[in-house]
């Protein structure tokens, strides 16, 4: 991760796609940018999909064409210096139960520079947001952290961290909904599961909602496996 200049640009992607693109490398700055512009472009496109730098608007070539969307992208782009916004206000906040104990809590607190009491003072106390949903259904990416903890994924993979795993790098906290092969630290566990397959509205987390983890022992965590949503709750702060 590393700061860099906001400059939006917009893009063809395949035949029903525009991406707009605010900044070569992911940044808090870029990252407020693109969620400002999604929160905004609500009705653009059949889809808005953001992203850590960018926001993919999926349209209908049936109902609307390409010219028509990138109009409207330009005519919103225009409404704002994209270089220095904040984040809009979050519409929920999600408060989610979590064991740090994992195996790398140690080693990722030693490259962040804190002890591991301080590391889980500061992970505990962070409002993130979720910037961006992928690589596997619902997966959450959730920043920033404070500059210290801009530390880098692992030069090898962990070939396995089960489902509820939080894991951490480059500012960053995902969580993942199920058993996955990662090169991120893992630090603690939920039992709380992003995605749910089979329910009505399967993805839990919607990009923009803030996110807080509450620190819980092993055993209390134990007890929440069970619970619909692992002991999360969500406040509406609309």
């Known amino acids: 991760m590393m700061d860099g200049v906001i400059k939006p640009e917009v893009l063809p992607l395949g035949q029903d796609g525009v991406l707009v693109r605010f900044a070569r490398a992911v940044s808090p700055e870029a990252s407020a940018a693109v969620a400002r512009f999604a929160a905004e ?38 409404t704002h210096d994209w270089q220095a916004l904040a984040d809009p206000a979050p519409r929920r906040l999600w408060r989610v139960p979590v064991a ?3 195996a790398q809590l140690t080693e990722a607190a030693e490259m962040a520079g804190l002890s591991v009491e301080d590391a889980i003072k500061e992970l505990t106390a962070a409002e993130l947001r979720v910037r961006a949903i992928g690589f596997s259904p619902g997966m959450p990416y959730l920043g920033y952290l404070p500059e210290h903890w801009n530390i880098p994924r692992q030069t090898e993979l962990t070939p396995k961290v089960p489902a509820g795993a939080l894991v951490v790098a480059v500012r960053q906290l995902v969580l993942f909904p199920s058993e996955s092969v990662t090169g ?8 709380f599961r992003p995605f749910r397959r089979g329910a009505a509205e399967p993805f839990v987390l919607r990009a923009g909602d803030a996110v807080r983890f509450d620190p819980v022992s092993a055993d209390e965590l134990d007890a929440l496996q069970d619970q619909p949503l692992g002991g999360a709750v969500a406040e509406d702060m609309a």
């Open 184 to 191: 991120w630290r893992m630090i603690g566990r939920c039992a």
């Open 100 to 102: 740090l104990d994992g």
């Open 41 to 78: 472009a609500e009705g653009l496109a059949e889809e808005v999909a953001p992203a850590l730098a960018s926001v993919l608007l999926r349209f209908d070539p049936a109902r609307v064409t390409r010219p028509e969307v990138v109009s409207a992208v330009e005519a919103l782009l225009n």
